[in-house]
């Protein structure tokens, strides 16, 4: 980040004041390869010989934040004062801790200059070597004014750092000396105004699953409108959109005019839909969100604020409490994950929360396993905002009761384990108008832990949702609580589905109980082969007891499956000891037509079911 020193052999004389400064992510680039590969002996700090005054150097008061190589490297045979910094090497900063924490070259008594590694031990006696009392790896720090846009860091009572954070302001730079870029986000494949106005159309990434699914990038758009607004787009690789297709059918957007790779649609209001080109292999699709204006919360100690723009903060976590809210304005990206604990705390704006850049396994070894993690909360709302790229479950509400999660858009399945929205031991929970596409499953409900309580009162509706590999809703399987009940599934269109589509699946000796699906829309693309579209059954494979769950009490209604006909089926069955009790499945279509009865697979030990379609 910044070299001192001597020049061609010529001593530096005046001294070097390095004061409240703020440095993150050195040697470090924005994509994820770059986060596990060390790119030199690079430092944020780094000091050469030629220092004449004892008082030369001065280092004090900076928060140093991951780097690549090391956080200082100096080299200097005076004394210096190197007191009061704060060089944050936070667990959760994905990066792994082989990389060295100093490299430090003062000459020792024997005219030695010694080297200090990569290891705890190391760093204590890099303190006390050189009376480095005021520093090092703490616990958790916090920020000291974010609604001012003062990023920095407070602990044990002592502000670290530069009031502006790099990547955080958007006139502030990173250690390339050029501030983060917004373009390289941008998609290579659309193009897209609104009313004539240009829009950021943003680029996400599809796993490659198979030769029929082979993944590769899609994109999306928001837009924000009140009322009717004309959207022109436009396929940036020249793709002829003659036979372009809006999905859901349902939706507000009518196509009114196709020029080759151009296409006009009218959108009447707010709404979510796909535009895409390519049924089989669901391949470079574009997500339109047309939102409804947001009114910005007041300012306030309480509120921390992003505006447009590229906003990283050390140690990619933004913590929320008591009161408070983050607020995410149109063009915001915020490149963290969120953590949320205690009473009424919104997360909210029509900005993106992008995390793309973490590798799968950022989530493990300590750090936070959820993008969006709502623990042990009463009275949270998350409204508004895209997800872009978890690197593992999305949105996490965990021992929480009176979640409301709305107008949320996850663009997700860019790796495994990526769930949309994952409901464990929670209660009073609505999903509501969101947009879900993963690579696991959309929405599940599990039990994590008993002690956290049941899974009571969930409400999921007016959703449009798209798995390429997983389940579009899962019930049970983790199922450490004492029951769940009470959860309805309804009015919501399936884009693309691979795996059932429905599944109830208690183990541990888990009692399940009056769910209901209804009003669903399911479309079925161009991809062959045989699928269970319900599967409700007790199972043992994810039991920690190796006991079967209970299931009682499901219906299924108004269920239509849309598009190219295929063989599909259904599996009802109980086990001796916990038999499927009162479930009804009636009005599920193919095409307008009732769905084959002889599709559907009920018992052995089933009690009172009846299948209708």
Request: aromatic share 8%.
């Given at each position: 980040?910044?070299?001192?020193?001597?020049?061609?052999?010529?001593?530096?004389?005046?001294?070097?004041?390095?004061?409240?400064?703020?440095?993150?992510?050195?040697?470090?680039?924005?994509?994820?390869?770059?986060?596990?590969?060390?790119?030199?002996?690079?430092?944020?700090?780094?000091?050469?010989?030629?220092?004449?005054?004892?008082?030369?150097?001065?280092?004090?008061?900076?928060?140093?934040?991951?780097?690549?190589?090391?956080?200082?490297?100096?080299?200097?045979?005076?004394?210096?004062?190197?007191?009061?910094?704060?060089?944050?090497?936070?667990?959760?900063?994905?990066?792994?801790?082989?990389?060295?924490?100093?490299?430090?070259?003062?000459?020792?008594?024997?005219?030695?200059?010694?080297?200090?590694?990569?290891?705890?031990?190391?760093?204590?006696?890099?303190?006390?070597?050189?009376?480095?009392?005021?520093?090092?790896?703490?616990?958790?720090?916090?920020?000291?004014?974010?609604?001012?846009?003062?990023?920095?860091?407070?602990?044990?009572?002592?502000?670290?750092?530069?009031?502006?954070?790099?990547?955080?302001?958007?006139?502030?730079?990173?250690?390339?000396?050029?501030?983060?870029?917004?373009?390289?986000?941008?998609?290579?494949?659309?193009?897209?105004?609104?009313?004539?106005?240009?829009?950021?159309?943003?680029?996400?990434?599809?796993?490659?699953?198979?030769?029929?699914?082979?993944?590769?990038?899609?994109?999306?758009?928001?837009?924000?409108?009140?009322?009717?607004?004309?959207?022109?787009?436009?396929?940036?690789?020249?793709?002829?959109?003659?036979?372009?297709?809006?999905?859901?059918?349902?939706?507000?957007?009518?196509?009114?005019?196709?020029?080759?790779?151009?296409?006009?649609?009218?959108?009447?209001?707010?709404?979510?839909?796909?535009?895409?080109?390519?049924?089989?292999?669901?391949?470079?699709?574009?997500?339109?969100?047309?939102?409804?204006?947001?009114?910005?919360?007041?300012?306030?100690?309480?509120?921390?604020?992003?505006?447009?723009?590229?906003?990283?903060?050390?140690?990619?976590?933004?913590?929320?409490?008591?009161?408070?809210?983050?607020?995410?304005?149109?063009?915001?990206?915020?490149?963290?994950?969120?953590?949320?604990?205690?009473?009424?705390?919104?997360?909210?704006?029509?900005?993106?929360?992008?995390?793309?850049?973490?590798?799968?396994?950022?989530?493990?070894?300590?750090?936070?396993?959820?993008?969006?993690?709502?623990?042990?909360?009463?009275?949270?709302?998350?409204?508004?905002?895209?997800?872009?790229?978890?690197?593992?479950?999305?949105?996490?509400?965990?021992?929480?009761?009176?979640?409301?999660?709305?107008?949320?858009?996850?663009?997700?399945?860019?790796?495994?384990?990526?769930?949309?929205?994952?409901?464990?031991?929670?209660?009073?929970?609505l999903i509501d108008d969101c947009f879900i596409r993963t690579q696991d499953d959309c929405l599940a409900v599990k039990g994590i832990n008993t002690r956290n309580g049941p899974c009571e009162r969930l409400a999921v509706t007016n959703c449009v949702l798209w798995a390429d590999f997983a389940r579009?809703?899962?019930v049970g399987h983790e199922s450490n609580a004492s029951h769940m009940s009470d959860l309805l599934f309804a009015d919501c269109d399936v884009l693309h589905f691979t795996r059932p589509v429905f599944i109830v699946q208690p183990c541990d000796g888990m009692a399940i109980s009056n769910v209901v699906?209804?009003?669903?829309?399911?479309?079925?693309?161009?991809?062959?082969?045989?699928?269970?579209?319900?599967?409700?059954?007790?199972?043992?494979?994810?039991?920690?007891?190796?006991?079967?769950?209970?299931?009682?009490?499901?219906?299924?209604?108004?269920?239509?499956?849309?598009?190219?006909?295929?063989?599909?089926?259904?599996?009802?069955?109980?086990?001796?000891?916990?038999?499927?009790?009162?479930?009804?499945?009636?009005?599920?279509?193919?095409?307008?037509?009732?769905?084959?009865?002889?599709?559907?697979?009920?018992?052995?030990?089933?009690?009172?079911?009846?299948?209708?379609?």
């Amino acid at each position: 980040t910044l070299r001192v020193g001597a020049t061609k052999g010529q001593a530096t004389a005046l001294p070097v004041l390095f004061e409240h400064n703020t440095s993150v992510d050195c040697g470090i680039g924005n994509l994820a390869r770059y986060l596990a590969r060390p790119r030199g002996r690079t430092a944020h700090l780094l000091v050469l010989g030629g220092l004449q005054r004892p008082d030369a150097l001065t280092v004090r008061s900076n928060v140093f934040a991951r780097t690549s190589g090391a956080f200082l490297t100096l080299c200097v045979d005076r004394s210096f004062a190197l007191d009061g910094n704060l060089c944050w090497f936070p667990k959760d900063s994905g990066l792994s801790n082989r990389i060295a924490l100093m490299r430090c070259k003062c000459r020792g008594a024997d005219g030695r200059f010694p080297e200090y590694a990569a290891s705890k031990k190391e760093f204590d006696r890099f303190r006390v070597d050189l009376g480095f009392a005021n520093a090092g790896e703490f616990g958790d720090p916090d920020f000291v004014y974010a609604h001012r846009k003062d990023y920095r860091l407070r602990t044990r009572g002592e502000t670290f750092g530069a009031r502006g954070m790099p990547g955080v302001d958007e006139d502030q730079c990173v250690s390339s000396g050029r501030p983060y870029d917004m373009e390289y986000l941008r998609s290579r494949l659309w193009a897209a105004e609104a009313d004539g106005r240009g829009e950021f159309v943003m680029e996400a990434w599809a796993k490659y699953n198979s030769k029929l699914d082979p993944g590769g990038p899609y994109a999306f758009a928001n837009v924000e409108a009140a009322g009717p607004v004309r959207l022109r787009i436009r396929a940036l690789d020249g793709r002829d959109l003659g036979a372009a297709t809006v999905r859901p059918a349902r939706a507000p957007a009518k196509v009114v005019s196709r020029n080759g790779a151009e296409m006009t649609i009218e959108v009447a209001g707010p709404c979510k839909f796909a535009v895409e080109t390519d049924d089989v292999t669901k391949c470079g699709a574009l997500m339109v969100f047309v939102n409804s204006p947001v009114a910005p919360p007041e300012d306030g100690p309480k509120v921390k604020r992003f505006g447009p723009g590229i906003h990283r903060v050390p140690g990619g976590l933004v913590r929320l409490g008591d009161g408070e809210t983050l607020y995410l304005e149109k063009g915001a990206v915020l490149q963290s994950a969120v953590s949320a604990r205690g009473r009424d705390i919104r997360i909210c704006g029509l900005g993106v929360i992008d995390v793309s850049h973490y590798p799968h396994t950022w989530g493990s070894e300590g750090r936070q396993y959820s993008l969006v993690h709502l623990t042990h909360c009463r009275d949270v709302m998350v409204e508004g905002v895209t997800i872009r790229g978890s690197y593992h479950w999305t949105i996490y509400p965990e021992a929480s009761d009176g979640v409301t999660i709305r107008n949320v858009k996850i663009c997700g399945d860019r790796c495994n384990n990526d769930d949309g929205i994952d409901v464990s031991n929670a209660r009073d929970v609505l999903i509501d108008d969101c947009f879900i596409r993963t690579q696991d499953d959309c929405l599940a409900v599990k039990g994590i832990n008993t002690r956290n309580g049941p899974c009571e009162r969930l409400a999921v509706t007016n959703c449009v949702l798209w798995a390429d590999f997983a389940r579009i809703v899962a019930v049970g399987h983790e199922s450490n609580a004492s029951h769940m009940s009470d959860l309805l599934f309804a009015d919501c269109d399936v884009l693309h589905f691979t795996r059932p589509v429905f599944i109830v699946q208690p183990c541990d000796g888990m009692a399940i109980s009056n769910v209901v699906f209804r009003d669903v829309r399911v479309h079925l693309d161009g991809r062959t082969g045989a699928e269970h579209v319900f599967n409700f059954q007790p199972i043992s494979g994810f039991s920690k007891e190796k006991k079967f769950g209970s299931v009682s009490d499901i219906e299924v209604f108004d269920v239509a499956f849309e598009g190219q006909r295929r063989k599909l089926t259904a599996n009802i069955k109980g086990q001796a000891s916990n038999p499927v009790r009162n479930m009804s499945v009636r009005r599920v279509t193919m095409n307008g037509e009732p769905l084959a009865k002889e599709g559907f697979t009920v018992g052995p030990h089933a009690e009172n079911v009846i299948v209708e379609p």
